[in-house]
């Protein structure tokens, strides 16, 4: 498929810089730059970094190495400092990270709507490069932080965002350096251990709708005790009342949705992305439907006197109005329930959140060569989402129904039809809006305790050791959840007597017996005297609890062997255990698969890690003609895996993974770097242990010529699953000219080629069928289908696919104008050029750069081109005034998908669509604050803010919340917020 075009980046990164220039930030994200000589200071602070130097002057210590030294390393590093958060009025940590474009908001309180209905909800989980939240390592100074979910990534509502000095991001592999899992790269979150005194911030904000409603706040502290010691306490609480389903916002409400056209069907494309479809055969109140021969060829199906019948609230029988289109699922135009009434997708479109954490962390120099180290952690996190409530577009009625409503009109008496037509029965479609939806209540609960040692053991040479324990509790409770065989047995009724009674009661066998059973009547709204009783009986609570629990056990020795002519060379070596297990009930009808959706499941798993590690730094030249620097560096890792389960088979594997890097600098303003390793990631044990699980997915079956359905999905884990390892090259440059008005410019682009094998994943219930159609017979052994060749399962469980590529460039420019005395207008602007994001299989690559529309049943894409940038007007003491640009560039809707403007396309194919194009679209917000009070440590600011100003839709593309992509685009709107912060 054809990829979008860049829509004239040049010019529009001109033009956001224009739009802000009145503007603008001190914006603290820095992409690594040269750097001077390391103080022991900075080697003192985590062992694991690089010097460089901001565009404020002043020195950092940045992720990127075990070895301290003033050697630059070869990966590519950026920093967030905590003033970013600031200048742009951020509550937590993860939004702050989540709107820099080499980031995709995979995992957030607006992205549930994808997950599992029972899974996590309203985490802030990240994923770099669009490549899965999987395959970003998260720390917490350095070290490895409790899994938050059993996919074993990290919720950052769980770390105190008031306590972070910076967040460090490495941009490239670096599994030899950190472990399993850091394959598209490591976000390291440092905390503020020399913070003195108290500082505080409190926030609210809310949509133009009066929804989304937030409210922040947050207070710290650091005390030094006696001359050795120090400590720091910090906590905030947040809580978000988040944005309902898609008929609160216009956008979604009146947005586009596709059509699928019918098999035999001419003169059309197979999928039609159009406004004004809305679903017909499951409507609230019910409607009779024809059989799958009836849309054959036609544009409205061909209707016996049977079909078409649909009811008032009340039960009566009246003419259904069809549109100009009608599928099996869909029309255009005619009735509907209502604006953004949508039985596929009734749930928020930014699901309800509250946090609230804790954090202490202790230092004490026990003595001149020995540091202690003490920290704890608590967090809690609670999310609210829904099951959606029970759809059937094809519930067998029989002629002897107990609540057949009759009418005066022979022709919408169903019993008289019936009669005359020779039938037993029929099919009828409703959306159980009735029943209800299932309420999911999800909480979170962790602990963390680390203890760290580090010893000066002279001549240069450190050691350090550290334990830690944590503990993840994850409950969600379902309420009102749909059982489906009760549901189907209660409107399965006859009439014994005058009374409706369930048919299983009624008829000759008992041993299908339920003395439980009340019929339902399903013709209307909520009817009969008996309908509590009857919601009572369908509908049961259930859960799902997790346990996870980490050990991790590493000691690291560094320090230098001899001297190279550019200084010292430096090695490291050490090594670490760790320990995850997860252990994971649920209620009995989910154990057995018996709610429509939203149950939780038994999962039960422990993988144990032992590995050792070395790493080498040689500065071969520096500060001298062509080589004011220029050194290597170079580390390698062994790994050794044992994974056992209570329900599976026991299995072990050892793996290898290593890196090489190298920089030059022939002048000091510029220096080049690169590196080439072998990272990995080792199935964790969700993928490997987890259940096995029913759900249902609409999607279009190329093979039957396009036509929509609504299809039985089998998703689970795979015991079988073996690591997937990843070829990472990157090459950069960096440009920082000294002295003069180029002296204030800073500059870094940096190229990525990342090729995963046997990359672990779902691949999707869309993709597989379009792929078995084209030929992959991996994806074919995953589908069944019955003799009228309807699919009637589809497995989509964990699998080790052919390969994942991602390739593409990051590019960094700021510059900082003096304006007098302090006074300051700083410019930043970061961009994302994505070449490539693809899947391979047998079938040949499908390509996902580009991809800014979102299907459920597809793996996500990420967009080419994304822009960030950032200006700031600031005037010390007295006022600081932000402008921040996002700009995200047009794309195409679906990888499967080929529209009239891309090459390829043939109207009667399965994969043509009238569109599949994706308008771009940028965002603006500001924001101001005002220095109330600005004497030593004593500051009081207060501020005001406004995103997304011009109050910019998500484009009204097919998405999972029916419309939109909640993934790339604010679904929210245009949004107010304010708020105090101080230190004192």
Known sequence: MRKASCDQPARRLVSIIALAWTTLPTMVLAQSLPSE????????????????????GGPIVVTGTRIASGFDAPTPVSVMGAERLAERGAGNIGDALNELPAFRSTQTPASTGLSAAAGYVGGRILDLRGLGSVRTLT?????????????????????????????EVVTGGASAV??????????????????????????????KYGDASTRQIGIAGGWAIGQSAHLILGGEYETNDGVEACRVREWCANGQINWGRNPGQTGLPANNILSNVHPWSASYNGVTTPPSSAYTGNAVPTLRPIDGITFGRDGTPRRFQFGSLVNSLYQVGGESDGPGENIYFDFPIVSPTKRYNAMAH???????????????????????????????????IRADNAFLPRSADPTLDIPMILAASGLTSFTLG?????????????????????????YDLGGGWKADAYYQFGRNSFRSDLTGGTVTSRLLNAIDSVSVNGTPTCRINADASTANDDPACVPLNPFGYANGSTFAAAKAYVTANGYQTNVTTEHVAAANVTGSLFNLPGGPLGVAVGGEYRNDAVKGDADLLSQSNRFFTGGGSLISGRIAVAEGYGEIEAPILRHVPFFDELGLNGAIRRTHYKRSSDFFPSSSLSVTTWKFGGTWAPIEALRLRATRSRDIRAPNVSELFGPTTQTQGILTDPQRGGVQTVAPITQGSNPNLQPEKADTFTVGAVIQPRGGFLGRLRASVDYYRIEIKDAIST????????????????????????????????????????KLIARGFDIEVSYRQPLGGDASLNTRVLASNVIDLITVDAVGPTERAGQTGLRAGTPPGIPDWTVDGMVTLDLPDRFSFSTHVRWINKGFYNAAFIGPDQDGYAITAPTSSNTNSVPSKTYVDLLATFRVRQQGAQKFDVFFGVDNVFNTDPPRVPGANGSGNNVLFNPVGQSFKAGVRGTF
């Not at 985590?46 to 565009?55: H, I, L, N």
């Not at 950190?178 to 926030?203: E, I």
């Open 37 to 56: 000589p390391r103080t022991p200071a900075a080697q003192a602070d985590d062992g694991a970094a690089e010097e460089s130097t901001t565009a404020s």
């Open 139 to 167: 720390l917490v100074d350095g070290k490895r932080f409790v899994p938050s979910t059993t996919q074993a990534t990290v919720d950052t509502n769980m770390i105190p965002s008031i306590l972070l000095q910076r967040a």
């Open 178 to 207: 950190y472990g399993s899992d850091a394959v598209s790269g490591v976000v390291n979150l440092l905390l503020d251990k020399k913070l003195t005194g108290y500082r505080f911030n409190a926030q609210a904000g809310v949509s």
């Open 362 to 396: 202790l230092t004490w120099e026990a003595s001149p060569a020995l540091t202690l180290e003490f920290t704890g952690n608590y967090g809690h996190a609670e999310g609210w989402h829904r099951a959606v409530a029970y759809r059937n577009t094809a519930l067998t």
């Open 430 to 454: 409703k959306g159980f809006d009735d029943i209800g939806p299932g309420q999911i209540h999800v909480r979170n609960n962790v602990i963390r305790a680390v203890v760290q040692a580090r």
């Open 763 to 802: 691949l999707g219930q869309q993709n597989i069928v379009t792929r078995c159609f084209q030929g992959d017979p991996l994806s074919c052994s995953l589908v069944t289908r019955d003799s009228s060749g309807a699919i009637t399962n589809i497995v989509d469980t964990q699998q080790n696919v052919n």
